[in-house]
């Protein structure tokens, strides 16, 4: 066969060809997945401003200042205002290594990103409606707001000044050249303690269409399912797996019928019954084989049951962290509040890896692993006996005579969250309140008014709180005097067609005023307080002597501490540990302590961790 010859120039064109098309096949783009916000991007400044707030909250308000003198307004690129920007860190004394360090991965990542959006459409939403603007030739658009709906305190506020004093809110454009006037001016009467005064970002009143930000280290990935079928022939499988059996290792001595995990006392002698447990058979060398194989495959079907297989575990500085907990926004919560306690620490003379050493401590282990919480005697026969005032009686009130007065109405099934129908008093709640706040108020005669309405079986308290002059005020009946016209007609259309209570006595509105038996009940009230550390700015409730917080989800805390309660309750009514006349608040309270140091034993662990 002859050859077949081309054209050289005809060969060089054809390779040429076949090259740039090899070159365009591997040149094909991946797959990219990233998370595209919806809105546009802040000026950087904003966002080097905000995150840096996160790393360390007193940094904000001289970082405005530097930002009002115009420190930054020379930085032509994004790059020299970065530079800048953590110098000025460096050089202030904002941040040292660690926290910086944990600010540039916070800044990669865009984290204050979602905060200055949610002032920017705060503004739109809320404020630029109700703002009567103003302009010159000077300044950018300004007036003022009248009303409590712009100045209460937002969860993005910084606060500088006098936080009783009048309020100072300034929504601007840091970038303008205008902010500077208004922010000397308004941080320098807060500094005085004259007003209070926070700052809230707004858009540009300029900005045009910005591209959209692009956030990574949010979690975001992209799951891909392929569409084909695979087919695998199998049927030569079956027939090989009826022919396989499995080994099982069987020991010549007599099998124990009963085991039971060994405790750690018995673990120490472990070593030792075992050699003499080889030494004593009649074959040494395979019992030595058969406990050691034994041996083996327990231990790698405990640490399988521990850790399954692909499944990662994480543990920072000795805390295991969860599947959720598992990505870099909340790794870098994790690794802050990680370092405020290590710093702790080491304010007390301890090094970092003695200040780890000490907090990864097994004793320390132990300790959080008990399942039984702190409680503290809430009653109040310390001061006497008059301190706490009674919403109901679980067994005396006609509301519910209906209930079974039986313990064993107890174990009736009940939904998740709620308290068996029982006519015995069993689970307390007391509430510290202050009766000179419109919320503690509403929480009284809405919330606990509600409860006692529904017939929740729960005996519920409330102690005045005397801490201010006005809640001492408020706390008793003498403060009616202070009335143009004593409310008599009041208290007598109250108590028309009411039967006295036994053991009670009447009492008129006249001797009830000049009466100094209620200033022995505050005071009883102010020891009560302080003996619980109840006399705080946010003093917690006690649910069966234990404190937890009052915050906004108190009661859904409050339902799992009751929820956990009734099933100890239960056990002891299942295995009669308790009688029919058992006080059983008094099993709650027996390892209880009189006194609580909230610096020691605070509402909620957060506050130690």
Request: net charge negative; charged share 25%.
């Amino acid at each position: 066969m002859g050859g077949f010859k081309l054209p050289w120039g005809l060969s060089r064109a054809l390779l040429a060809s076949t090259y740039l098309h090899s070159i365009c096949v591997t040149a094909g783009p991946s797959i990219n997945v990233g998370l595209q916000t919806s809105f546009p991007s802040a000026p950087y400044l904003l966002e080097l401003l905000e995150t840096a707030a996160t790393e360390n909250a007193s940094s904000y308000f001289p970082l405005l200042d530097r930002i009002a003198d115009g420190h930054f307004a020379k930085a032509s690129t994004d790059k020299d205002l970065y530079d800048k920007f953590i110098q000025v860190l460096k050089d202030d004394g904002h941040m040292d290594a660690e926290a910086l360090s944990s600010y540039e991965l916070a800044l990669s990542m865009r984290v204050a990103a979602p905060r200055i959006e949610a002032q920017f459409q705060y503004y739109h939403t809320a404020a630029e409606a109700s703002i009567k603007t103003k302009k010159d030739s000077s300044y950018e658009p300004h007036g003022t707001v009248t009303g409590d709906s712009q100045i209460q305190e937002l969860p993005f506020d910084y606060v500088l000044g006098n936080p009783t004093g009048p309020h100072s809110v300034l929504y601007a454009d840091i970038t303008s050249s205008t902010f500077g006037q208004f922010h000397k001016t308004l941080v320098k009467t807060a500094r005085e303690g004259k007003t209070s005064y926070r700052l809230r970002h707004r858009r540009a009143i300029d900005a045009g269409s910005n591209k959209p930000l692009i956030i990574p280290g949010y979690g975001v990935e992209l799951a891909l399912k392929r569409t084909d079928y695979i087919v695998i022939d199998d049927r030569n499988d079956e027939d090989a797996s009826k022919s396989t059996t499995e080994t099982k290792v069987k020991f010549e001595d007599e099998e124990v019928a009963d085991l039971k995990p060994l405790s750690t006392s018995e673990l120490s002698s472990l070593g030792l019954k075992a050699s003499s447990f080889i030494m004593q058979s009649e074959k040494p060398a395979i019992a030595s084989h058969e406990i050691s194989s034994d041996f083996l495959a327990e231990h790698n079907y405990n640490r399988g049951q521990l850790v399954p297989a692909g499944y990662n575990v994480w543990w920072v500085n000795g805390v295991q962290m969860i599947e959720r907990q598992i990505d870099a926004i909340t790794m870098l919560d994790i690794l802050r509040k990680e370092r405020k306690l290590i710093n702790g620490v080491r304010d007390l003379g301890l090094t970092a890896p003695e200040a780890v050493q000490l907090l990864s401590h097994s004793n320390i282990s132990e300790a959080k692993s008990v399942e039984d919480v702190q409680r503290f005697d809430w009653r109040d026969e310390i001061e006497g006996g008059s301190v706490i005032m009674w919403l109901n009686d679980i067994e005396k009130d006609k509301r519910y005579a209906d209930f079974p007065a039986a313990l064993g109405a107890l174990l009736q099934r009940t939904y998740p969250g709620q308290l068996p129908s029982v006519r015995k008093e069993i689970f307390n709640l007391v509430i510290p309140v202050d009766f000179s706040t419109l919320e503690d108020i509403t929480l009284v005669a809405e919330t606990l008014a509600n409860f006692v309405k529904r017939k929740l079986v729960l005996h519920i308290g409330l102690v005045p709180i005397t801490t201010s002059p006005a809640a001492t005020e408020q706390a008793k009946p003498p403060s009616l005097m202070e009335l143009p016209t004593p409310p008599k007609r009041f208290f007598e259309a109250a108590i028309e067609g009411r039967a006295i209570r036994a053991e009670k006595v009447a009492t008129s509105l006249e001797d009830l005023l000049k009466s100094d038996h209620y200033n022995d009940r505050i005071d009883a009230s102010s020891r009560w307080a302080r003996r619980l550390s109840a006399d705080g700015e946010f003093p917690p409730i006690f649910v069966d002597g234990v404190a937890l917080p009052r915050d906004e989800n108190w009661i859904q805390t409050m339902v799992q501490r009751l929820t956990a309660d009734l099933q100890v309750v239960q056990q002891g009514v299942f295995n009669e540990l308790f009688q029919q006349d058992s006080y059983i608040p008094d099993f709650f309270l027996s390892e209880a302590t009189a006194r609580r140091n909230a610096l020691i034993v605070p509402e909620s662990d957060k506050n130690l961790k």
